[in-house]
């Protein structure tokens, strides 16, 4: 699924496209009420249908019973499990606080980083990109606190994760310095930003486009 991402990114078929979409209320408002799960999941299924169907695995999933996710049911299992454990110890603040995290915040995080490293400030919020290819973009993000967190497991250096995803993202920073004595480093630097510059930019376009 990830490497379909890498094969088709910024077109229709790319498999993770939370950045098709402008970086508005609406975006963030999916995020908090758990819509966005619900769309990503839905379409997670889809992609993994094409991809069967490319691969020539439709006929052996056609044949196959239905079922859940298990890396769903093992993991929604295993929170569960710890809320039960911290409600039962007394810790209702704590069972709720895990709750609201895994539930809301951890889905809305992943979809916002993820348009932050691929939405392209010239994008339009008046196009749909699920019909039309948005085009391929990827940006760096400097490091510091916040960058290391959000974008931690080499997020932050996304960009050089897409020119060589083979390279385990504990290297990556070696990568990026071994790449900023040869000539690309001049595009490295055009593409490095910060988080909260690219939020404030993008939300700023979103909110000002027609419609």
């Known amino acids: 699924m990830h490497f379909q991402h890498h ?52 006929v052996e999933a056609a044949n196959a019973e239905p079922g859940l996710d298990r890396q769903l049911l093992v993991g929604a299992a295993t929170h569960f499990g710890i809320i039960a454990i911290l409600a039962a110890i007394g810790l209702w603040a704590t ?54 967190t959000f974008g931690g497991a080499g997020f932050n250096r996304h960009l050089l994760h897409h020119w060589e995803p083979t390279v385990s993202y504990t290297r990556l920073k070696d990568l990026e310095l071994f790449l900023s004595d040869t000539p690309l480093r001049a595009i490295i630097e055009r593409r490095k930003t910060t988080y909260a510059r690219t939020f404030a930019s993008l939300f700023r376009k979103a909110s000002i486009s027609p419609g």
């Open 7 to 58: 094969r088709a990114l910024g077109t229709t078929a790319d498999s993770e496209h939370s950045y098709f979409f402008p970086l508005n209320l609406v975006f963030l408002a999916k995020g908090l009420l758990g819509v966005r799960v619900m769309e990503v999941m839905l379409a997670r299924r889809q992609a993994e249908a094409c991809l069967d169907a490319q691969s020539g695995r439709h």
């Open 95 to 148: 069972a709720a606080a895990w709750l609201f995290g895994v539930a809301v915040m951890f889905p809305l995080f992943g979809a916002l980083r993820q348009l932050l490293e691929h939405r392209d400030e010239k994008a339009s919020a008046m196009v749909d990109y699920r019909t039309t290819d948005h085009g391929a973009f990827t940006r760096i993000f400097s490091d510091g606190p916040i960058a290391n």
